[in-house]
């Protein structure tokens, strides 16, 4: 199984540009802005994460509480 982590870094000059490119109707399809970036032949880099690590979901306000419970039980906040 799969499960998707988005990290998203840009560059001044990339975003420049991204802001005056017209939302394709793929991205809008499937709601995702980085099908924009790839139709207009921008390159995202992609990296596969080893291990047991999982995530935790963060998808309503709700959910930080619980991220961040979460963390204070791990020690790491």
């Known amino acids: 199984?799969?499960?998707h982590v988005g990290l998203y870094a840009y560059?001044?000059?990339f975003l420049l540009a991204?802001?005056?490119l017209a939302p394709t109707d793929l991205e809008r399809a499937e709601?995702?802005?980085q099908l924009r970036a790839l139709e207009n032949g921008f390159?995202?880099?992609v990296a596969t994460?080893?291990?047991s690590w999982r995530s935790v979901p963060v998808d309503v306000p709700g959910d930080i509480?619980?991220?961040e419970?979460?963390?204070r039980k791990t020690g790491r906040c």
């Open 1 to 3: 199984m799969w499960q």
């Open 11 to 13: 560059r001044r000059e």
């Open 18 to 20: 991204f802001v005056k």
């Open 31 to 33: 709601s995702l802005e």
């Open 43 to 45: 390159a995202i880099r």
């Open 49 to 51: 994460i080893e291990g």
């Open 65 to 67: 509480a619980l991220v």
């Open 69 to 71: 419970a979460l963390l």
